[in-house]
């Protein structure tokens, strides 16, 4: 699965601290999920979509044989 979180924030102008904060998790964890290192939870994934206002499907995506 991958995601353009890092888009996002750009678009948006937010730092990784920033969006972690905004949804409750570390940095770090935002860096593993936009290095495509991390899977983010159904939960984690609705709150990052709530935060670009944008639909679950917009931010995260499968690739081809996921």
Do not use: W
């Not at 969006?19 to 770090?28: C, G, T």
């Not at 995506?61 to 996921?66: A, H, R, T, Y």
Request: aromatic letters at 6%; hydrophobic letters at 40%; proline letters at 2%.
């Amino acid at each position: 699965m991958k995601n353009n979180i890092k888009v996002e924030r750009a678009i948006k102008n937010m730092t990784q601290e920033e969006l972690a904060n905004k949804v409750s998790v570390s940095r770090q964890t935002i860096n593993a999920m936009e290095a495509n290192k991390y899977v983010p939870s159904t939960v984690l994934a609705l709150k990052i979509a709530k935060v670009f206002s944008k639909s679950v499907e917009e931010i995260f995506f499968l690739e081809k044989g996921d």
